[in-house]
């Protein structure tokens, strides 16, 4: 399926009696800002008004036509094609780069004039533009959205509406808080192939028996920035070091290597939740890629949150081949488990891959790797080559961390290299990574969870069996299932239902990798709530 560009939501005309015309803003790290003029012309404007529904453009406005705009100047030195699905996708100098004043700033007149409630809806009370409390503007106000038959074909609308892609929960009971001021509609019953929310059936706009703690609100999956997850490393026997690969336009494709440097490699690291940039490899290190080169010349500063958001050349604009493929080599890999979030700790220094010693290695260590490699919480630090021994250096020895570093190489330690130990003493983590068993005394026993979109949820015991139980209990290190428990054994969860009919052979790595009905897509409640009971190598926390 092909990923979507969070920022073809995110554009918006300000200061314009017209939703077709204004001054042109996008939405980046959590502001919205505008647009140098420098090179602004009709294909740049022809690419906003594609992209927001207001057909062909008209003109494309500079000196601020609109008026001066406030906050950052996101883009500057736009060149589009025309054909482009988001400004962004234009070549551009970087979001964020630029040598303008606010009375360069950029706009456009289209040539559509759409529904206006088409675009006043919004999703609040969230860290992300694609889920949360369900708004929509009607007689001057921002109002709610009762949850009274609310589900996922009412959730796909609002999502798609917004430029989010699926819809993946229907949240009901004020999942995003309670909100204020009118309650605009109640009982909405929509197909799913509706244009905007208010097209659906409903009682009547302010037509209501509800009260704010039934707000409704949705998790679409096209949350923030969708390429942060589109960015994969392969050919390599590790998740934190490979060939650099994006996916866009519904294909993977490779970045060149001209210009490529550590503080691009720095951006992919962090992006991927891999920790710091140790190597920018090029010339194909990881092999060569095939498909589409999707980035040339790309200079980033460090600290993007995307290597999209870098300076490059447009999307898909180079003059490479796949034999000037660039790679990165993260800092630290977890190795030799099943799960990307439990192994042996290994971190690369000159040149090599080499392990841990397990003197003092403790949970505040091992916190600091998995919130280095994004795993959410340490459950257990391994000692004794708990995950078979390693090979090579052994890079760090007495490690100690407070567990708020941002690596492990900040710990406190002997200094690279220097030990007194051998592999037989080589440190591992477990992390708690994606899935968890809750409300039980028993790390190894509980409610299923999965992390999915930023939202801890559930799994229905719709097709529950011991298979299925037998593939999350290894996954969580748990050892042999013993029990699949059902209607909410270990009590009722709260949030999203992300699984329902889920069947697994029971060899599969993951929860999601087995057979169900797609994540959010379910017809239970939270007394359907699935358990399991595993064997046992149960992990205590202290």
């Known amino acids: ?13 300000v200061n314009s009696d017209s939703n077709c015309s204004g001054t042109v803003e996008i939405f980046h790290s959590g502001q919205w800002g505008t647009v140098c003029d420098d090179r602004w012309d009709f294909s740049d404007a022809q690419v906003v008004c594609q992209q927001l529904g207001c057909g062909r453009a008209v003109s494309a406005k500079l000196s601020a036509h ?41 706009g456009v007149i289209c040539e559509g004039i759409y529904n206006p409630l088409s675009s006043a809806v919004r999703l609040v009370n969230s860290d992300s533009n694609c889920s949360g409390r369900v708004e929509i503007f009607h007689s001057g106000q921002w109002g709610t959205v009762c949850d009274d038959s609310w589900g996922l074909s009412d959730a796909q609308v609002v999502c798609q509406q917004l430029g989010c892609g699926r819809a993946v929960s229907a949240t009901q009971s004020a ?33 209501h028996n509800c009260g704010h703690h039934e707000d409704a609100g949705v998790i679409c999956e096209g949350k923030c920035n969708p390429l942060s997850s589109a960015v994969r490393l392969v050919n390599s026997d590790s998740n934190c070091s490979g060939r650099v690969e994006i996916f866009h336009s519904g294909q993977w494709g490779t970045v ?28 194909a290190h990881f092999g060569e890629g095939s498909g589409p080169i999707w980035l040339d010349n790309v200079q980033c500063l460090g600290n993007e949150s995307s290597i999209t958001d870098c300076v490059h050349q447009g999307l898909g604009s180079h003059n490479c081949g796949h034999h000037e493929d660039a790679g990165v080599i993260c800092e630290v890999r977890l190795v030799n488990s099943d799960s990307n979030c439990s192994g042996r700790v290994e971190i690369f220094h000159s040149g090599q891959w080499g392990t841990v010693c397990d003197d003092r290695w403790g949970l505040s260590d091992a916190q600091v790797v998995c919130q280095q490699l994004d795993c959410g919480r340490a459950v257990s630090a391994t000692q004794s080559a708990h995950f078979g021994e390693g090979s090579g250096p052994i890079w760090l ?12 190489t ?64 290894q996954q969580l290190g748990c050892g042999r299932a013993v029990s699949a ?4 054994h270990f009590g009722e969860g709260s949030g999203p239902i992300w699984l329902d009919d889920v069947q697994c052979l029971g060899n599969e790595s993951s929860i999601t990798d087995c057979v169900h009905q797609g994540l ?3 017809n239970c409640g939270h007394n359907e709530d699935a358990g399991v009971i595993c064997e046992g190598k149960c992990i205590i926390l202290f």
């Not at 930023?454 to 097709?463: E, I, L, R």
Request: include cysteine.
């Open 520 to 522: 959010g897509s379910h």
């Open 1 to 13: 399926m092909a990923m979507l560009n969070p920022l073809s939501s995110a554009v918006r005309l």
């Open 485 to 488: 428990k059902l209607s909410a």
């Open 175 to 207: 999942h995003f808080g309670e909100g204020s001021g009118p309650i605009w509609l109640d009982n909405v019953q929509c197909l799913g192939n509706e244009s905007s929310i208010t097209d659906c059936v409903h009682q009547g706009l302010g037509s």
């Open 66 to 106: 609109f008026g001066e705009g406030s906050g950052p100047i996101w883009l500057d030195d736009v060149q589009c094609l025309g054909n482009e699905s988001s400004i962004t996708d234009c070549v551009h100098q970087g979001l964020g780069s630029h040598n303008c004043g606010h009375h360069e700033d950029a």
């Open 410 to 473: 900040d710990c406190v330690h002997q200094g690279l290299g220097s030990h007194n130990c051998g592999h037989h003493e080589d440190a591992g983590v477990i992390c708690e990574g994606k899935l968890r068993l809750v409300n039980s005394d028993s790390n190894c026993s509980g409610r299923v969870e999965i992390f999915q979109y930023g939202h801890w949820g559930t799994v229905c015991d719709d097709s529950w069996g011991l298979s299925d139980a037998q593939v999350v209990c």
């Open 397 to 408: 020895d007495d490690v100690q961390c407070l567990g708020n570093e941002s690596s492990i």
């Open 256 to 283: 060149c290597d001209d210009r490529w440097g550590l503080n691009d490699a720095q951006v992919v690291c962090q992006q991927l939740g891999c920790g710091r940039a140790v190597s920018a490899t090029q010339s």
